[in-house]
Every structure is written in C-alpha cells, then in structure tokens.
C-alpha cells in the first residue's frame, strides 16, 4: 500500500512549500503539512490558503490551525472542476 501524501504549493512562485506523508489520510497529515508550511513562510495575517472540499481539509483540526496563524481558509464550490487544478499539475 503506498502512503498518502499532502503538499502546500505557492500559487504565485508556482512551487510547493511544503509536504507530508503519512501511511493514513487523516486531518493529522494535511495539519502536518500545513503547520511545516507556516513554520517555513511565517505568512502575514490574511493570506489565503485554498482547498478542496476533501474531509480532511474540513476537518476543526485543519480550520483552527489555519485561522490560528492568520490563514483565511477558502474553497470554492462543490464540483467545481478548476478546484485541484494547482495541485494535480504537481
């Protein structure tokens, strides 16, 4: 079974700041990411992070540690074929 992996790409530099890969797909591994990825930008309060409407990337886990760094969550709506456009071409 291969892992499962979650990564945080830049939509402006067009490269990923950071990833994660775990043996599960749980809130934990896109939180993992996602916390990697604060660390290594220390974004300014504000900046948008994009996700699908995966269950993970809705989770209170995930939400909270975005907002807690000043991340404004957002994603568009369901069935929306652009959505993992970023993210697929990686």
Do not use: K
């Amino acid at each position: 079974m291969s892992p499962d992996r979650a990564a945080v790409p830049d939509t402006y530099s067009r490269r990923v700041v950071r990833g994660s890969i775990d043996s599960t797909r749980t809130s934990a591994l896109v939180t993992n990411a996602l916390n990697m990825a604060i660390s290594n930008r220390r974004p300014t309060a504000g900046t948008v992070i994009h996700s699908t409407h995966g269950v993970q990337l809705t989770s209170w886990a995930f939400t909270e540690r975005a907002q807690a760094s000043g991340w404004v969550p957002s994603m568009s709506t369901i069935g929306d074929c652009y959505d993992n456009a970023v993210i697929e071409s990686f």
